[in-house]
């Protein structure tokens, strides 16, 4: 009987192991805990602030003017390292929201309808009302032009609040803002899309229509690596940034084209896996085999684990971690460091889009998917979801009022003047903060708190008896 393989890997130092053990171990639980991502962008923020307001600001300006060059013999592309992060890695970050809508659509809340309209109205609210509150600040030309930046929210924020609040939150109200700040990403992209674009060139349109015929053919032929689609998505965010279209909505369309079915499934897995088991088993039995022999069931194995999954979730969940935990802190750190003093609030027109970016946040998203979502739930369009009150839909429009890097992101396009951006983002620091301290206290006062494990019991015990 052959003995079971050891715990550890042949040849592993045990003190080493130890200590790998002892470092690793914390850090894998944290990134498994879901307020561990936004916990690092507002490290990264705060690092960023205080760079900035620090003696040594302008090295922190500096870095992010420094010039980068990509390319191969004449074909040369330079920009600042600030674009590099927020028109190149960026487009991971909005390609992952595509990969997230694409999922959503295929089998989450924005699969049925008639699940979907409370979501859907609760963020057209929360978008239409903080834009209405910053042009009532801001109706002169100059800086209306910000009305998208407090129409966004951060999702890992949003969500890291409600992890805070703990058992309180029930899971349909954690769906719900899921699926909120889900659809607020696509009216954020379409907001984008439309109006913080520059004129568009069709001739770079026409580069990415092309190179998006490409993704299909690749898909046509049955090409399952992801490797394989760098090159069309790279030319296809060429093209967008040719045409005039923030090229990091390329991210979004090759999400939205990512394949949401999946090749073998559980089935086909079981079925090829068990194949392979016995072809594997054959070989242990048989005198003399060499080790070269199992590659080919192994890789059947390997192909059948792959493809037991949707390509979007597969992709999704491989990137994710790099996103939450690399990507927007990385964008955090290089965008929120705004420099607060006189110089930046020093118009009007600066006072005014912090002033309009700030109460569009903390205000504007309570009142707008608070009042959306009573009205439909009034005219009998839609039903709360089991075991949602008012009281929640209230918790859930007060986190969504963290804007953070979305509409950080947004304010940079909104604005080329630096005293306009800086009071841009500075509003967002001040609203996201506030909101996320709002939405803790409405959620510690307005949500019950779990009751304990004996105490459920006993009121299951007593509920169970009445009925009888």
Same mark, same amino acid.
């Given at each position: 009987?052959?003995? %079971? ?21 914390? &850090? ?10 936004? *916990? ?70 924005? %699969? ?23 042009? %009532? ?24 609040? &409600?992890? *805070? @609040? ?9 769906? *719900? ?9 696509? /009216? ?148 929120? /460091? ?6 930046? @609030?020093?118009?009007?027109? %600066?006072?005014?889009?912090?002033? /309009? ?21 009034? *005219? ?8 949602? /009150? ?68 006993? @009121? ?9």
């Amino acid at each position: 009987m052959n003995p %079971s393989p050891s715990k550890h890997a042949p040849g592993t130092w045990a003190p080493a192991r130890r200590i790998a053990e002892r470092v690793l171990g914390p &850090l894998d639980r944290f990134l498994h805990i879901e307020a561990g991502s936004g *916990l690092v962008l507002l490290v990264a923020s705060v690092i960023a602030l205080a760079w900035a307001n620090s003696p040594w600001g302008d090295v922190y300006e500096h870095l992010w003017h420094t010039p980068v060059t990509v390319g191969v013999g004449a074909l040369v592309f330079t920009q600042p390292v600030h674009f590099w992060i927020n028109e190149g890695l960026m487009t991971i970050f909005f390609f992952v929201v595509g990969l997230e809508i694409r999922r959503e659509i295929h089998e989450g809340e924005l %699969s049925d309808l008639r699940r979907a309209t409370l979501p859907i109205a609760a963020a057209l609210g929360g978008m239409v009302a903080p834009a209405l509150l910053y042009l %009532s600040l801001n109706p002169s030309p100059a800086s209306r032009h910000g009305w998208g930046v407090p129409t966004a929210t951060d999702i890992a924020f949003a969500v890291g609040v &409600l992890a *805070l @609040l703990g058992k309180r939150v029930p899971p349909a109200l954690r769906v *719900l803002l899921l699926a909120l700040a889900i659809i607020d990403d696509i /009216g954020a992209i379409i907001v984008i899309a439309l109006f913080y674009s520059s004129g568009v060139a069709w001739s770079g349109l026409l580069v990415a229509a092309g190179a998006a015929l490409g993704v299909v053919v690749l898909q046509r032929f049955g090409v399952r690596q992801a490797a394989a689609y760098v090159v069309p998505g790279g030319v296809l965010w060429w093209g967008m940034l040719r045409a005039g279209v923030h090229p990091t909505i390329a991210g979004v369309v090759i999400g939205l084209m990512t394949p949401a079915r999946s090749w073998f499934g559980s089935h086909g897995f079981l079925s090829a896996a068990r194949r392979a088991v016995d072809e594997v088993d054959a070989l242990a039995h048989r005198e003399g085999h060499r080790a070269d022999e199992l590659l080919s069931p192994l890789g059947r194995i390997r192909t059948a684990q792959i493809e037991a999954v949707p390509p979007v979730l597969r992709l999704q969940t491989a990137l994710h971690p790099w996103v939450a935990y690399g990507i927007m802190p990385l964008f955090a750190f290089a965008n929120a /460091g705004v420099r607060v003093d006189g110089s930046s @609030l020093g118009h009007t027109a %600066s006072t005014s889009i912090l002033l /309009g970016v700030a109460i569009g946040l903390v205000a504007g998203k309570p009142i707008g998917v608070f009042l959306a979502s009573f009205t439909l739930v009034k *005219l009998g369009v839609c039903a709360l979801p089991r075991g949602v /009150g008012w009281r929640g839909i209230a918790v859930v429009g007060c986190v969504a009022g963290i804007g953070f890097t979305m509409a950080i992101f947004i304010a940079g396009l909104a604005f080329d003047a630096a005293e306009k951006l800086a009071a841009a983002k500075l509003g967002v620091l001040c609203a996201s903060a506030s909101a996320a301290v709002i939405g803790l206290l409405v959620g510690r006062l307005a949500l019950p708190a779990a009751p304990a494990p004996d105490a459920a019991k006993t @009121l299951h015990e007593a509920e169970t008896s009445t009925e009888h």
